[in-house]
Structure formats: C-alpha cells, structure tokens
Nanobody
Framework: QVQWVESGGGLVQAGGSLRLSCAAR???????????MGWFRQAPGKQRELVAS???????NYADSVKGRYTISRDNAENMVYLQMNSLKPEDTAIYYC??????????WGQGTQVTVSS
C-alpha cells in the first residue's frame, strides 16, 4: 500500500499563491503503481471535496470553484503530485489532501496540509 504525504501549506494573503506537494511513500515490499490522482480539501464544518484531478495520461479536471486558479501536475519519475494555487481567496482555506482516484472506502487520509488565506 502507498501512503501519500502532503506538504507546502501555510498562511497567505488573499491574492497570493502556494504550491502544494504530495510525495508517495510505498510500504516496504509493496509495488508502486501509477494511478489517477486527486487533490481534495476539507474546510471546517464541511465535507471533503475533490478540487483537482489528473489521469495517468495527464488529463486534468477542476472543480468550478478553482478553475483557472489551480493547476495540478505530476512527476511520475519522482512519484510526486503538485497543486499550484494562484489568486487564493479566503474561501480556499482548508486542509488539503492528495489521494489516488478513487480513494476507496478504507483509504487512510493522513494529516494533509493546512492552507489558510487571510483577507
């Protein structure tokens, strides 16, 4: 099984940018398989939502709320997935997670990375 570890969050003013990173940590002895990946976020009191996805062929999709501001990318050689976030808004404040798609019922979400956008 592969655990994905997020980093790059922080506190930023509205209009600013952040780049999130997601690194694969395969369990010892496990075989790493490239899959479609997604960035999710969960704001306080709200359900986790998918904001960006990238297929194994690098096709991308975005939630309407982030379209034109966020860019998802991947580096398969380094087993990394990225989320470039520009023109950030206070409503983007959330804990951000990456996960394979679909994540599955028993997927372990980990701690994610906190993004806080001040107005």
């Amino acid at each position: 099984q592969v655990q994905w570890v997020e980093s790059g969050g922080g506190l930023v003013q509205a209009g600013g940018s952040l780049r999130l990173s997601c690194a694969a940590r395969p369990a010892r002895g496990s075989r790493f398989k490239i899959s479609a990946m997604g960035w999710f976020r969960q704001a306080p009191g709200k359900q986790r939502e998918l904001v960006a996805s990238i297929s194994t062929g690098d096709s991308t999709n975005y939630a309407d709320s982030v379209k034109g501001r966020y860019t998802i990318s991947r580096d398969n050689a380094e087993n990394m997935v990225y989320l470039q976030m520009n023109s950030l808004k206070p409503e983007d404040t959330a804990i951000y997670y990456c996960a394979p798609l679909p994540p599955g019922e028993n997927y372990y979400w980990g701690q994610g990375t906190q993004v806080t956008v001040s107005s």
